[in-house]
């Protein structure tokens, strides 16, 4: 029979606009939180890495935001340029611990 | 600058038969993870290595083995591929210490597909 494909959800920005990627995550004991980008063919590449006494982080072009209270984590990228188009993944995991667990991603489609 | 490298890049095989994915990494990092990837899964763990001779299970380790006689290479084994281990399969590495799981670097991906 026919199989059904699932779709990462999809945001679309125009050139130059900031994107705002959420996260959900599942472990309320995780306390190191990481975005990473993974552009088409390509392994995931990290981004930017919070740890859960801050509730913000900034990077070049991209800050990071935590709230712990519900599990929610975001990342903006600012004046998103063609070349952010990629699949962004949150993981978490706990200092120390032997497993990062990875969300299942957003597609960013950057228009010209 | 060759990082961590992965090969081959793609491979099909046959249900049944024995495959082995290769990584190689140049940084000398302690930890080293072998994760597939599949869609509306994200990423999982496979297994893991902590340091040379010492390898643990992940999330999903049922048909794979791995091994790591040198700190920079492991290798993962499908000893009897299935068509469920049709995958994108990623190795990656860390400095670890303290921080097993922190500001991993990932190498290209292996696409597998088991006929």
């Known amino acids: 029979g026919e199989s059904v494909g699932l779709h990462l959800p999809t945001l679309s920005v125009q050139e130059g606009d900031n994107s705002i990627i959420n996260c959900a995550y599942s472990n309320s004991a995780s306390d190191y939180f990481i975005w990473y980008k993974q552009e088409s063919g390509k392994g995931p590449q990290f981004i930017i890495d919070i740890r859960s006494n801050m509730d913000k982080r900034q990077g070049q072009r991209v800050t990071v935001l935590l709230n712990k209270t519900v599990k929610h984590l975001s990342l903006k990228i600012a004046a998103t340029q063609p070349g952010d188009s990629a699949v962004y993944f949150c993981a978490e995991t706990k200092t120390g611990g032997n497993k990062l667990t990875f969300g299942t991603g957003t597609q960013l489609k950057v228009e010209l | 600058d060759a990082g961590i490298t992965q090969s081959p890049r793609y491979k099909i095989t046959e249900t049944g038969r024995q495959v082995t994915l290769m990584c190689h990494q140049t940084?000398?990092?302690?930890?080293m993870f072998w994760y597939r990837q599949d869609l509306g899964h994200g990423l999982r763990l496979i297994y893991y290595s902590a340091a040379a001779d010492i390898t643990d299970k992940g999330e999903v380790p049922d048909g794979y083995v791995v091994s790591r006689s040198k700190t920079e290479n492991f290798p993962l084994t499908l000893e009897s591929a299935t068509r469920s281990q049709t995958s994108v399969y990623f190795c990656?590495?860390?400095?670890?210490?303290?921080?097993?799981?922190?500001?991993?670097?990932f190498g290209s991906g292996t696409q597998l597909s088991v006929l």
């Open positions: 990656a590495s860390s400095e670890g210490g303290a921080a097993t799981n922190e500001k991993l670097f």
């Open positions: 940084w000398s990092h302690s930890y």
